[in-house]
């Protein structure tokens, strides 16, 4: 069963050794594990509803408190301490088109709110009710979730967006196929929700993002439905398609969605590689992107992350020795780790190979074989729950993200982290920081950093905390000229932010979308384009 206030299912664990506590201790200090709201307390909170009756609306508190929030930290810090703030009035689980439209005229009709919701794993606020007088429904989107049509010959499948990765890709695999879509959230993040987040996979430098792999489907829209067509391209004018990736459940609920699949790879593998430091492994990294060698991923982590990595890995003799190889090899403490993938036809993926080790050598560095790239692979969808046993010790640990040029690669992923270390200063406070650049393009790549630190027995002051940090970086990301988000989206967190990236006019035509489709603002108020400019129209 799916945990209601953390990651992930409840029988899964993620589990450390002390030793790797003691590595926290170290860095940020000694934390309490602050005992959580219980869940009857949270069942208690839930307000009755404000909802008219309706056959296809549930009203349940335990329904409404499993809609009320996503992963944001925010939404962490009033899951598991309380209170939570806000809940939908009700929850629909529509099971077709004719039922979503209906949902939409009686929201018309009686001027309720709507939220689509796909697998509510969004991380900057997308799916939180907004407090106001308006009730709130949200639509569960997770009925939609069969395999429609495989049209082999084009290579294309569409799917009820309501399916989740692991549902969507054992039904093509079973048939030979992939989509390849791969995000860390692949276990409960849907199709429709990649698409309203322009999300993008471990593997998209093979599979592509998913703008790449979203070839058409079906909205319903307040003002009646709109299909795309599923054309390879088009020069009709702009298109509609680019309009609904990362429209965030504003410009409607997306029922079914094709995607452009492929055979199953002959072969897939991941490799480890050590530089001598960050700066040559970006320049490696850059390097193999540039020279567009067939690739699947590359993640080069900075030395913080290398050394963080191996100490939370858990396999405390192995990496002792590992260390110490690598410190006869002169690989030291500014050591960095590359973890590349190569998927696809083997006679391709042997020559792929060989092309980025001889980047990675003429940059210094050590190509390790298979085993890192096995354990990377292994606990590629594990590490998530990591978030849930540190917050059980007293740790917090979030995330930002961000694509720049490469000129800006280095210069942006030292001040970032630099903004982060420096809004927790004035509270006394050390906080771990670490960055990788996950996805690599000719021209840049996007900038992950991670940060944990304590958390405080007050939840008020942990968001105080997070808020300063989370603003110091994202105007660190602005100054650097880069995008506030690569691939999380916008959402609540971002939309303040959204402005300095698209300037007032782009701003208005974002706007202009929304509430011709919607005018009487019905879907999911106050996300991507901020409260006051919803309120101003
Ligand atoms: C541990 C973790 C790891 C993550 N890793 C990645 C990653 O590697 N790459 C990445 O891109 N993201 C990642 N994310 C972020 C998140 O998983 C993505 O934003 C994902 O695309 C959200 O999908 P969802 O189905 O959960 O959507 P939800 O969270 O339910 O909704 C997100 C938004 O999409 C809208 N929406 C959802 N379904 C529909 C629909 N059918 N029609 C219209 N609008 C809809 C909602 O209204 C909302 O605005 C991660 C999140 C977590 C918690």
Redesign the pocket.
């Known amino acids: 069963m799916r945990r209601w206030n953390g990651?992930?299912d409840e029988t899964t664990h993620y589990h450390l050794p002390e030793t790797s506590f003691q590595y926290l201790v170290e860095r940020v200090g000694d934390a309490t594990g602050y005992p959580d709201a219980t869940l009857e307390d949270a069942l208690e909170a839930v307000p009755s509803s404000r909802l008219p009756a309706h056959p296809l609306i549930k009203t349940e508190a335990i329904d409404r408190l499993n809609h009320a929030r996503?992963?944001?930290l925010p939404d962490w810090l009033e899951l598991r301490s309380g209170p939570i703030q806000t809940y939908p009035d009700g929850v629909a689980y529509p099971t077709s088109d004719s039922q979503v439209q209906e949902l939409l005229r009686f929201a018309s009709q009686k001027g309720f709110h709507l939220?689509?919701?796909?697998?509510?794993?969004?991380?900057?606020g997308?799916?939180n009710p907004l407090k106001g007088e308006t009730p709130v429904l949200t639509?569960d989107?997770s009925r939609?979730n069969s395999l429609l049509e495989l049209d082999e010959t084009s290579r294309l499948a569409t799917f009820g967006?309501?399916v989740?990765g692991p549902d969507l890709e054992k039904q093509l695999n079973e048939r030979g196929y992939t989509l390849g879509h791969?995000?860390?959230?692949?276990e409960?993040?849907?199709?429709?929700?990649?698409?309203?987040?322009?999300?993008?996979?471990?593997q998209s430098y093979y599979y592509g993002?998913?703008e790449d792999l979203f070839a058409g489907g079906h909205?319903e829209t307040p003002l009646g439905p709109l299909d795309l067509l599923p054309v390879p391209a088009s020069a009709a004018g702009p298109d509609l398609r680019q309009v609904?990736l990362g429209?965030?459940?504003?410009?409607?609920?997306?029922?079914r969605?094709t995607v452009r699949i492929r055979p199953q790879p002959e072969v897939e593998a991941f490799y480890g590689v050590f530089f001598h430091d960050w700066p040559s492994g970006v320049e490696a990294v850059r390097q193999i992107a540039q020279a567009r060698l067939p690739i699947s991923m590359a993640r080069l982590s900075n030395a913080q992350e290398t050394d963080t990595t191996l100490a939370l890995a858990g396999k405390d003799n192995l990496i002792l020795w590992a260390k110490r190889g690598l410190n006869l090899l002169r690989y030291g403490d500014e050591r960095c780790l590359l973890v590349f993938g190569i998927t696809g036809e083997a006679r391709l993926a042997r020559l792929a190979r060989q092309q980025v080790m001889e980047i990675a050598r003429q940059h210094g560095g050590l190509f390790t074989g298979t085993m890192i790239g096995k354990t990377w692979r292994k606990s590629r969808f594990l590490?998530?729950y990591l978030?849930n046993t540190l917050w059980e010790r007293g740790y917090t640990i979030d995330?930002l993200e961000t694509a720049v040029p490469w000129i800006q690669t280095l210069p942006a992923a030292q001040d970032i982290q630099q903004a982060i270390h420096d809004a927790m200063r004035p509270y006394g406070e050390r906080v771990l920081v670490f960055a990788h650049l996950?996805h690599v393009y000719r021209d840049g790549a996007s900038v992950y950093v991670t940060y944990i630190f304590r958390r405080t027995a007050d939840p008020e002051q942990t968001l105080r905390r997070w808020q300063d940090m989370k603003h110091a970086a994202s105007q660190a990301i602005i100054a650097h000229g880069g995008t506030i988000s690569?691939?999380?989206?916008v959402?609540l967190d971002h939309a303040p932010y959204l402005l300095a990236e698209k300037g007032e006019v782009g701003a208005t035509l974002l706007h202009g979308a929304v509430h011709t489709l919607d005018p009487q603002k019905l879907?999911?108020p106050g996300?991507?384009i901020e409260e006051a400019r919803d309120v101003a129209e």
């Open positions: 990651w992930g996503g992963q944001s939220i689509p919701y796909g697998g509510g794993t969004s991380v900057v997308h799916i639509v989107m939609f967006a309501g989740c791969f995000p860390q959230s692949f409960l993040s849907t199709l429709g929700g990649w698409i309203a987040t322009r999300s993008s996979g471990q993002r998913i909205v609904l429209s965030e459940g504003r410009l409607g609920l997306i029922t969605a590490t998530p978030r995330t996950s690569h691939q999380h989206g959402g879907l999911n996300k991507l």
